[in-house]
């Protein structure tokens, strides 16, 4: 079955930088888009970035364009999200996410950001 595991978050000050990665089983993944999308308390989930398949385009939500940058890589069936200038309003649980399957979701991992 489809299974997305998220790893790589954590506490971190304003103005720092972290990546989250996902590992992709279950189905071909060179063959699907990708996205990451978050979940802040008290708020509905937003979507934070999406890759293609091949990894050449790539889409943004307002608030994270340019300091956000989501990437893949096919082989290791893995995609990350790299976070600079992290503020606290990026505070939330983060989750993968692939449409394969009607929809398949990771468990998420914690960012936190604060001093």
């Known amino acids: 079955q489809v299974q997305l595991v998220e790893s790589g978050g954590g506490l971190v000050q304003p103005g720092g930088s972290l990546t989250l990665s996902c590992l992709a089983s279950?189905?071909?993944?060179?063959?699907?888009?990708m996205a990451w999308y978050r979940q802040a308390p008290g708020k509905e989930r937003e979507r934070v970035a999406r890759?293609?398949?091949?990894?050449?385009?790539?889409s943004y939500g307002d608030s994270v364009k340019g300091r956000f940058t989501i990437s893949r890589d096919n082989a290791k069936r893995t995609v990350y999200l790299q976070m600079s200038s992290l503020k606290p309003e990026d505070t939330a649980v983060y989750y993968c996410?692939?449409?394969?399957?009607?929809?398949?979701w990771g468990q998420g991992t914690q960012v936190a950001v604060s001093s």
């Open positions: 996410y692939c449409a394969y399957g009607g929809g398949s």
């Open positions: 279950g189905f071909l993944f060179s063959t699907w888009p």
């Open positions: 890759i293609t398949p091949s990894g050449r385009d790539t």
